[in-house]
């Protein structure tokens, strides 16, 4: 077992419903939050932009935001990569393990053709932190909501976590209702719906801790109790935004200074 | 429908608009066989997880002379000008479907999910013809030899045609061998194709094979006692019927 291993603790995921670098291209406050759940100085994060069939453009979104912070990397599934590695091997030495939105649809399906899912449990099991929005957070509850073809409708998941989890809840509000209704009447188990912005951090299979990347946002819990849907908001820590909510560049010297620590890290 | 089209598919090694610009002759051969003035043809860009490029190409390919339409299914819920609504009755209502390349496992794993498997099949059944290159060349068979992820592995198709298939044949030297290796251990017989060339079946039987380029070529791959041998298979180059559209 490496130090690395040692390092890892208790599974984590964080659950964002809509936030990070494909969609706050200027607000690095839930990505920085990512690697500060891995106890590693230097860490390995790896993306999975499979829910979009990695396009090119979240893939560079995903470099710029984490290049200078981590030791980087994507897996494509729809193109070719040049390496005869086994994706146990590319998937089991990350840190953390990052998964875009879009098709969850699809995402599910094309991890099942390549028998992703089940590396990506082994990965969660191992303490590697698994992380993601929209598609790449429902995914790993018992359930959601997908837009996948078109109008909302109800979507399985792997299971990791139990209870259901659907994303955007202020941004794609049609979502809510389909999703409510489906507690309501038993279809999908009570859980969390989340504002864009809005990550759920669990611990195991636990919720421990609701963050958020914009003021205003903020989780919902649903249950159903005696046949009735009981909601109940919660407010999220606001994490620290290092740009500001205005989006302003960091200047030189700060990014230097960053640049100086990381590379003392690294010795 | 005015009269009942037998099932065919055209299975390129590798060529057509999104490998061999400038040079129509793969895609026209497609294209003759729908029997038509105005072929409604339908891009299926999933196994490059749609690339927007891949799309852009074919409308530049095909638009001008066809009813050209594309499917996504990452995108459904945003249209982006992909068909909408009823999937099935737009693809049933198709001269040419046409797969591009890609992943073939990621290809196959979409489809099932959206139910593609079964509309294709009925497509086929129907006389649709289905065409496509690489992975839109394996996904028709029931073996496919696919090196996409790194070392070759054989990955089970839709099975429409009966047979193994391998493609880019004259890309990598260890394909090759690989695929005989492979037929050898079991997998069933099956056929191999070059970039520029394609395979031409008509029902389950191979009726032609046709190229693009006067040297590609293509084989058939199976074991004859005890042995597994590579026939080379006789092939028509389109270039030569049509010498005023061949390219230097």
């Not at chain 1, 964080?14 to 690095?28: I, V």
């Not at chain 1, 599934?77 to 994706?87: D, E, M, V």
Request: glycine share 12%; aromatic share 8%; net charge neutral.
């Amino acid at each position: 077992m490496s130090t690395r291993d040692l390092l890892r603790g208790d599974p984590q995921i964080l659950a964002m419903g809509g936030g990070g670098f494909t969609m706050e291209p200027d607000n690095p406050a839930l990505d920085d939050y990512v690697l500060s759940l891995v106890r590693v100085a230097e860490p390995r994060i790896l993306f999975l932009p499979t829910a979009s069939g990695d396009p090119t453009a979240q893939i560079t979104s995903f470099y710029a935001r984490f290049a200078r912070r981590a030791s980087a990397a994507h897996l494509s599934l729809f193109r070719r990569h040049g390496s005869a590695r086994a994706l146990a091997d590319i998937l089991l030495e990350q840190d953390v393990i990052y998964v875009g939105g879009g098709s969850m649809r699809n995402l599910l399906a094309i991890w099942q053709a390549h028998e992703l899912d089940a590396l990506l449990v082994e990965a969660w099991r191992r303490g590697i932190v698994l992380a993601g929005l929209s598609a790449g957070a429902m995914c790993w509850f018992a359930g959601g909501i997908t837009r996948s073809a078109g109008p909302p409708e109800v979507i399985e998941g792997i299971g990791l976590l139990p209870g259901s989890f659907t994303v955007h809840a202020d941004g794609e509000p049609e979502r809510l209702p389909v999703w409510l209704e489906a507690v309501r009447s038993g279809v999908l188990p009570g859980g969390w719906a989340a504002d864009d912005g809005v990550g759920l951090l669990f611990s195991g299979t636990r919720m421990v801790r609701v963050v958020s990347s914009r003021p205003g946002a903020a989780a919902l819990r649903v249950d159903v109790v005696g046949g009735e849907l009981v909601r109940h908001r919660i407010e999220p820590e606001l994490l620290f935004a290092e740009r500001g909510p205005g989006g302003r560049p960091v200047p030189d010297d700060v990014r230097e200074l960053r640049e100086l620590r990381q590379a003392m890290r690294r010795g | 429908m005015t009269t009942a089209r037998p099932p065919q598919i055209v299975a390129f090694g590798g060529g057509g608009f999104s490998m061999e610009a400038g040079n129509p002759l793969l895609d026209d051969y497609v294209l003759s066989l729908a029997g038509r003035d105005r072929p409604r043809v339908c891009f299926l860009p999933t196994a490059s997880g749609d690339a927007d490029h891949y799309v852009v190409r074919f409308y530049r390919m095909f638009a001008a002379h066809c009813e050209a339409s594309h499917v996504t299914l990452f995108r459904r819920e945003r249209g982006g000008g992909a068909v909408e609504g009823n999937l099935e009755q737009h693809l049933l209502r198709q001269d040419v479907i046409y797969v591009g390349g890609g992943s073939v496992v990621s290809l196959l794993g979409a489809w099932r999910a959206h139910g593609l498997d079964r509309i294709l099949k009925s497509a086929w059944r129907r006389g649709v013809v289905l065409c496509g290159l690489s992975a839109g060349s394996l996904c028709w068979f029931s073996d496919a030899v696919t090196a996409f992820h790194g070392a070759p592995t054989v990955v089970r198709g839709l099975g429409l045609l009966p047979h193994s298939n391998c493609v880019h044949y004259d890309g990598e030297p260890e394909r090759r061998a690989e695929y005989r290796r492979f037929v050898g251990d079991g997998v069933r017989p099956g056929y191999a194709a070059d970039d520029g060339a394609a395979l031409h079946f008509v029902g389950r039987e191979l009726r032609r094979v046709v190229t693009s380029r006067p040297r590609a070529r293509a084989f058939r791959v199976e074991p004859v006692g005890g042995e597994v041998v590579e026939q080379p298979l006789p092939v028509r180059y389109l270039g030569d019927a049509q010498r005023d559209l061949a390219v230097a």
